[in-house]
């Protein structure tokens, strides 16, 4: 039955009409914050193309997690900055590293805040990439080791969850296998199973210090035209044992989203990564945008693409718009 019987418009002339028939949520709890720490007291440099965000010792990095927590949001991930960084990346696994001090100061100051912690090597290596590299190329197997060691000092340091996004082949089951030997059988893993290369981690790179001294990620992040190879790289993350997944970037990657969801039971991440979160705040300064409405609008069309977790630059200044 078509027109002058059916008229859509009739449920959305009030407010109170629109929200009884809404069919996707937000809610502070579902959000999560990056977090970019590094050694000393006292510091907070604030990181140029992301306006609001900063790199803060441990200290800086308490009181922006309970600004967090104070507001609902979930929890909060963890990216180190160290102070030396080698071929190998070795500060990754170092006990006394920032992200190592900074997970062991959340567990004492906020328990009840979800800490997960990136899992990488890109901000440790003298040369920018997330692996060891072998004649000028990222070896993917002597990667794995390394990889496993970073995420079991971070579970000893009393991290929630475990969150890898070098994309090596294998490093999920390399974890696992590294956390279960080291009692930690009950640390889940966050996989970043379909990570593409994307432009969009520009503003990241210099907020975490990571740009690849040479070449670029293509090589093991994905090819952005690919939506059927995320679906196998989703299912061999789960068979390798991860709890969880996630797509990243998010708004230019809904169809991956989506795609995602339908084929998966696990908890869906997704990642609004600091290039859309750039994108947003220039216009808004601009007074091109309404900086706030296309915050809530980007977030909710993430949601609605299927997420359950959503990981973004936004997550407390959304949080306090949803109280
Ligand atoms: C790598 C990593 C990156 C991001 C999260 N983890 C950057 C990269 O792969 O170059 C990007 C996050 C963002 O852009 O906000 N460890």
Redesign the pocket.
């Known amino acids: 039955m078509a027109f002058p019987v059916n008229r859509p418009r009739r449920l959305r002339r009030t407010e109170s009409l629109r929200r009884l028939v809404r069919e996707t949520h937000l809610a502070p709890e579902q959000l999560v914050l990056?977090l970019f720490v590094r050694g000393g007291a006292n510091v907070r440099r604030p990181i140029d193309a992301m306006p609001g965000v900063s790199q803060t010792s441990v200290d800086e990095m308490l009181r922006d997690a309970e600004r967090a927590a104070t507001h609902g949001v979930g929890g909060v991930l963890l990216f180190g900055i160290p102070d030396e960084k080698d071929a190998t990346g070795s500060h990754a696994w170092d006990d006394n590293g920032p992200v190592q001090h900074a997970v062991r100061a959340l567990k004492r100051e906020l328990p009840e805040l979800v800490v997960i912690t990136?899992v990488?090597l890109?901000?440790y290596t003298d040369h920018g990439h997330?692996g060891v590299l072998a004649n000028g190329d990222v070896d993917n197997d002597a990667t794995l080791e390394l990889l496993a060691r970073e995420a079991v000092s971070h579970a000893h340091a009393g991290a929630d969850i475990v969150a890898p996004?070098?994309m090596m082949d294998g490093r999920v089951a390399a974890i696992r296998r590294a956390l279960d030997h080291a009692h930690f059988a009950h640390t889940p893993i966050l996989s970043y199973a379909a990570k593409f290369a994307s432009v969009?981690?520009g503003?990241?790179?210099e907020a975490a210090e990571?740009t690849p001294r040479s070449g670029d990620?293509r090589g093991y992040?994905m090819d952005p035209s690919n939506a059927r190879e995320a679906v196998r790289e989703v299912r061999l993350d789960l068979d390798e044992g991860a709890d969880a997944v996630m797509v990243k970037p998010a708004g230019p990657y809904l169809d991956v989203i989506a795609r995602v969801r339908r084929t998966t039971l696990v908890p869906l991440a997704a990642?609004q990564?600091?290039?859309e979160f750039a994108m947003i705040k220039a216009a808004a300064e601009r007074g091109w945008l309404d900086g706030e409405r296309a915050m809530m609008e980007s977030l909710t069309a993430i949601r609605r693409a299927g997420a359950d977790i959503i990981i973004s630059y936004f997550a407390i200044d959304a949080a306090t718009r949803l109280r």
Do not use: I, T
């Open positions: 990056p990136d990488c890109c901000e997330c996004s070098d969009f981690y503003p990241f790179r990571s990620r992040q990642y990564v600091s290039g």
